[in-house]
């Protein structure tokens, strides 16, 4: 979603805010490390994709394994 073009809305998603690690604030702040712009929701995320802008950067995994996966 991040390097397609256009927005993207992921929603009903609350569920991954108790797993190993909150899932979905951890994506968004890794994200934003990317230059993905992203806002985050209650249940979801708002993901404005572009193939320029995105950069590279040190990601953290939360200690938690499907973090280091999606990145």
Do not use: P, Q
Not at 20 to 27: G, K, V, W
Not at 34 to 48: A, F, M, P, S, T
Not at 50 to 65: C, L, M, P, Q, R
């Amino acid at each position: 979603c991040g390097v397609a073009f256009g927005k993207t809305r992921l929603w009903g998603l609350s569920n991954l805010r108790v797993k190993e690690t909150d899932r979905l604030h951890a994506l968004a702040t890794e994200m934003k490390k990317l230059g993905i712009k992203v806002e985050e929701y209650d249940d979801g995320l708002d993901i404005e994709g572009s193939h320029f802008g995105v950069k590279g950067a040190e990601i953290e995994t939360y200690n938690d394994h499907r973090m280091a996966m999606c990145f």
